[in-house]
């Protein structure tokens, strides 16, 4: 028999004993294996079946091929082993991966064109072959971590690459930095910034800044030929033509100044009034802000020289107070400390060092005062000297020092001699003096010579091995010690014509030996007149 024909619809074919396998024949459609039944190849493992109405399994140990030009999977493909491709994978829709993509080491990732246009080395570090494109916007600035880049380690220069947005939203373009200072206006000098005039026509070696610009060139007058000039601040120059070296520093300082030459001002309005002087120096808030044409005045400190002044010249004055503030024509004054020659108006050729020193010289001139508080005898006092700590000279052509209440005074062009104040309505306690007759011929004057100063005492304040002593004059006095003595016959222990200094050195103050020297010729005329009557 050649072939087995069953010609009826829906005939089925049982096997086995118990006719637990059948095969049906489904008519126009095929052949239906019953239940969960398998078709099996060589052994049991490798089969067909259907373990449910829904799945169709094909199971084989090792392998399982499909060999065609294409093999179409319609559904979801789900390989719970290792895939292994050697061919081309094409899909036409876009595959998701749950778990990511692995490829092997220093394995390549492209297109059908262009296949290793990414490749990924065994470390990690992806290389693209061709430029990537990002859609804009999608690479955030913080993203950009430049922080490990090796740093340029030269200047910038004008070759050198920046990335630029090209209009907001644009393309990202190189641009070079010579572009960008263009861009920018930066100024390569300082004299080509638009508020900073400098060595311009005119303004020869200069420069000024006017911090009230507003970002323009300074304000000044109509300038010809003004050279070496330095100019900072607020108003600066604004008025000046023709005037050279003059170096101003501060708001309206040298706001007047025109054809004045060489001052020095600085500070708040320090000679913002000088027009024509010159060789000025004010330094400080106020400083020399009257002046005008005066020339070779010196005011340092607030308010220094900062009077209504009317033609005063060659004038110095230095100190943290206000110093010379009202002089008006007064020449070669020079007043050193806080508010010294405050009051002086024309006096000149003063000279008054230390804080309040000759405040009360108004029109007074050619006086000498040195010290705090230490002042003239009257405001129009002249040739008077004073050398200490608040007190007023005796008067004009006396030099006096000391302390107040404890001056002593020098009329120098009179009788020179040395005085101190005797008025009886400063004492109290008044009381003869004892020494007289008796002490003065207990007295000895001698000559002598002075010792070089390493044979004193080694104690003495002016032992030294270096001599200062005049050795060659003959001298005429007392010995001091022999005078104590004298004085202790007396029982005197308050004279004081005898001291001691703290080294033990004894001194003689001979000017008072007059006294004792008027009780004794008291006391002779007193004999000779008790003779006289015998």
């Not at 006017?210 to 030929?225: C, E, F, I, K, P």
């Not at 340092?300 to 943290?320: F, R, W």
């Amino acid at each position: 028999m050649s072939e087995l024909r069953l010609n009826t619809d829906g005939h089925i074919i049982k096997f086995g004993a118990d006719n637990d396998v059948s095969l049906t024949h489904v008519a126009d459609t095929g052949l239906l294996l019953n239940s969960t039944m398998q078709l099996q190849f060589n052994d049991a493992s490798q089969n067909i079946n259907a373990p449910s109405a829904t799945v169709l399994d094909i199971n084989a140990t090792d392998e399982i091929e499909l060999n065609a030009t294409a093999v179409d999977l319609n559904g979801t493909l789900d390989v719970s082993g290792t895939l292994t491709q050697t061919g081309v994978a094409t899909f036409s829709a876009r595959s998701v991966h749950s778990s990511g993509i692995t490829i092997a080491d220093a394995g390549q990732i492209g297109s059908a064109s262009d296949a290793d246009s990414i490749a990924i080395a065994s470390n990690g570090v992806v290389t693209f072959t061709q430029a990537p494109v990002f859609p804009d916007g999608s690479l955030a600035v913080a993203d950009l971590d430049i922080d490990g880049a090796t740093d340029i380690g030269a200047a910038v220069v004008d070759a050198d690459l920046f990335i630029i947005d090209d209009g907001a939203g644009g393309t990202n373009r190189k641009v070079t930095a010579s572009r960008l200072k263009t861009y920018a206006g930066g100024a390569a000098t300082i004299g080509a910034l638009t508020d900073v005039t400098m060595d311009a026509t005119n303004f020869v070696d200069s420069i000024l800044i006017q911090t009230n610009s507003d970002g323009s060139a300074g304000t000044t007058g109509t300038l010809s030929s003004a050279s070496n000039n330095v100019g900072i601040g607020k108003d600066v120059f604004k008025t000046l033509t023709s005037g050279n070296e003059n170096a101003v520093i501060g708001t309206a300082c040298g706001a007047a100044l025109t054809t004045g030459v060489g001052n020095v001002l600085m500070g708040l309005s320090a000679g913002g009034s000088v027009t024509t002087g010159g060789y000025n120096v004010y330094i400080g808030r106020g400083a020399g802000d009257g002046h005008d044409a005066e020339s070779d005045n010196i005011g340092i400190g607030k308010d220094a020289l900062g009077g209504p002044i009317d033609g005063a010249q060659y004038n110095t004055g230095v100190g943290a107070g206000a110093c010379l503030p009202a002089l008006t024509s007064g020449d070669w004054n020079s007043c050193y400390g806080a508010n010294s020659g405050e009051s002086l108006t024309t006096g000149g050729n003063n000279v008054c060092l230390g804080g309040n020193a000759g405040n009360n010289i108004t029109t007074g001139s050619r006086n000498v005062l040195i010290g705090y508080n230490v002042g003239v005898s009257g405001n129009s006092g002249e040739y008077q000297i004073g050398i200490g700590d608040s007190f007023n000279v005796g008067g004009d052509n006396d030099f006096s020092f000391g302390k107040a209440s404890n001056v002593v005074t020098n009329d120098f062009d009179a009788d020179a001699a040395w005085s101190r104040s005797s008025d009886i309505r400063k004492k109290k306690n008044i009381k003869n003096s004892t020494l007289g007759l008796d002490f003065i011929n207990n007295l000895r004057p001698v000559t002598f010579n002075w010792k070089p100063n390493n044979e004193f005492p080694k104690d003495f304040s002016e032992y030294s091995e270096e001599n200062w002593m005049n050795l060659d004059s003959t001298m005429h006095g007392m010995i001091a010690q022999e005078v104590k003595e004298a004085l202790d016959k007396s029982g005197v222990s308050d004279f004081g014509g005898w001291s001691e200094d703290k080294d033990g050195s004894q001194r003689l103050s001979q000017e008072l030996f007059v006294y004792p020297l008027i009780k004794a010729v008291q006391e002779l005329t007193a004999k000779v007149k008790e003779l006289e009557a015998k």
